[in-house]
């Protein structure tokens, strides 16, 4: 049994957003991509090979496993994310880079900033959180758009944390 006045919500977050690396290519589009670039540098090598240029055939390879050591690198990367949690009492930014590294900053709520850099044509380049002598970009992969989507609904979670819990007896 608990007492009237027993506000058991307060840690629950109010927002949560993990943000990731947008990667426009699936894993079956690099397969059929890939199978399709080897077997036309195939082709085109055994043509150039046929009239003698042999060594044209190697760069033909050497292409080919560039562009798989670049699609790799960019895959890797995609493993990065941030996670941003928001209770009444505490905003969380978690980054985890593509290595697995992870980086923890925590803001209260009531004092930190959403700093919002836009620029006329292109849009919102960046998004910060600020308070005290810290500022930290948040979301910096992310396209324009999605950079306004996000800063507004964080400005709008942000103003609910500050308002503060609410408690309902009939939760």
Do not use: C
């Not at 049994?1 to 894993?27: C, K, V, W, Y």
């Amino acid at each position: 049994m608990t007492s009237g006045n027993d506000f058991q919500d307060f840690d629950r977050p109010i927002f949560t957003a993990e943000l990731t690396p947008h990667r426009s290519l699936s894993r079956t589009g690099f397969i059929i991509l890939m199978s399709v670039l080897v077997a036309a540098s195939f082709i085109s090598g055994i043509l150039f090979v046929r009239m003698g240029a042999w060594p044209v055939f190697g760069f033909f390879v050497l292409d080919v496993v560039l562009i798989y050591w670049a699609f790799r690198v960019n895959y890797a990367r995609a493993r990065a994310f941030e996670q941003l949690v928001l209770t009444p009492y505490e905003l969380r930014l978690r980054r985890v880079s593509h290595r697995g590294h992870a980086m923890e900053w925590t803001f209260n709520p009531h004092w930190v900033r959403l700093d919002v850099e836009e620029h006329h044509e292109f849009g919102v380049e960046g998004i910060y959180l600020s308070a005290r002598a810290q500022r930290v970009a948040v979301g910096k992969f992310l396209s324009p758009n999605e950079k306004a989507s996000f800063a507004k609904a964080l400005r709008l979670a942000l103003q609910d944390a500050r308002r503060g819990p609410t408690y309902n007896p009939l939760n």
